[in-house]
């Protein structure tokens, strides 16, 4: 597709489901990011793909945040045992390569009941 | 205090005015983000820059890396600009992750 694109664009869980959230890059970006932003703040960075690498992951809250990126382009982002405090949008961006331009998906919010 | 702040954390204006948005960083960085949502989380990326001043339409982003500031302008503003704006930066450490500011939430009136 032409952006990145990011499914489900709403997601309402029972505390305690477990979510997985989809990110499509831009066909070839190298680098993948999750990022999680809570209302009326700034993305906080959860973790960076550079193609399948998992290279960074050092912003996941907790051992119940997941991610994969298994062939280098969709990567999901997996929550176990949904918690009212994991309410967020999480965006995803990619890149072409390191140091270049950052593009963003629409995100994901997530509302957990 | 955050790696990366911003100023005013909220902006009304009336259209036809020229509006700046200011950075603050602390951290060491390799370029610096402007960042556009909308309401309903969609992020356009505006700049990406590292150095000097870059010109795109009615918006001007400019970096001081010795001050370690940067300032997006607005000219000619219209409702449309309407919007929450966020710098970002991008750590030089080669971990490539983006710490961003917590916004300037800019309305322009008609």
């Known amino acids: 597709g032409a952006g990145v694109s990011q499914s489900p664009r709403y997601k309402v869980a029972k505390r305690g489901q477990d979510v997985a959230l989809r990110c499509d890059p831009i066909s070839g970006h190298v680098s993948l990011f999750w990022y999680q932003q809570a209302l009326g703040q700034g993305p906080e960075f959860l973790t960076y793909?550079?193609?399948?690498?998992?290279?960074?992951k050092s912003g996941l809250p907790s051992d119940r945040f997941f991610a994969e990126r298994p062939e280098g382009s969709v990567s999901t982002l997996k929550i176990q045992r949904t918690q009212q405090e994991d309410s967020a949008v999480y965006l995803c961006?990619?890149?072409?390569?390191?140091?270049?331009?950052?593009?963003f998906g629409q995100g994901t919010r997530l509302t957990v009941v | 205090k955050n790696e990366v702040e911003q100023s005013p954390q909220n902006l009304t204006a009336q259209e036809g005015e020229f509006i700046t948005i200011n950075c603050s960083y602390s951290v060491g960085i390799s370029a610096l983000h402007w960042l556009q949502q909308h309401p309903g989380g969609g992020i356009v990326s505006l700049f990406m820059?590292?150095?000097g001043k870059k010109k795109h339409g009615r918006l001007i982003a400019t970096i001081n890396i010795q001050e370690k500031h940067s300032s997006l302008h607005i000219t000619a503003s219209h409702p449309r600009d309407s919007a929450v704006y966020i710098c970002a930066a991008k750590s030089n450490f080669g971990n490539e992750k983006l710490t961003f500011g917590t916004g300037t939430r800019l309305t322009i009136i008609p």
């Open positions: 820059l590292s150095s």
């Open positions: 793909f550079q193609n399948e690498a998992q290279l960074d």
């Open positions: 961006a990619s890149s072409l390569a390191p140091r270049t331009e950052a593009f």
